[in-house]
């Protein structure tokens, strides 16, 4: 009896440092980053003034009677169809200064592009001065 708990003893002393001694594989270590980025995109086609791509603002100069226009091509680059809105808001307005995207929206189809064309009107008896607009797109 003895002798047979000696064995068992030293069987589980064998098996101990064994089980101190085991080491853990890494099988997958892994991060991930993911943007969802908008599909329409917005780019300066064309206009009178000065267009910064960066801020998005347009300066230019009007003498009374005038009319300048600034157009940006909305691109969808993604998968799905969606409506592009123009908006464009008067901030600080003078008499007989208007603007207006023409079209304020527009369908536009997976991998399609559109013009939108901003009018700015100034009557010839608006006053003289600074007139500043928003403009804004949505979809």
Known sequence: MKRLIGIIIAIAVLLIPASVFAVS????????????????VITLKSGDGTYDPVTHSWTVNITGGGTKQLVLT????GTTAYTVNA??????????VTAAWSPAAKY??????YDFKLTITVTSDSPLGESNFSFQFTR
């Open 25 to 40: 594989t890494v099988i997958l270590d892994g991060t991930a980053t993911i943007t969802n980025n908008e599909p329409v």
């Open 74 to 77: 909305a691109k969808n680059n």
């Open 87 to 96: 908006f464009v808001t008067p901030g600080t307005v003078k008499d007989g």
């Open 108 to 113: 536009i189809a997976a991998g399609d592009e």
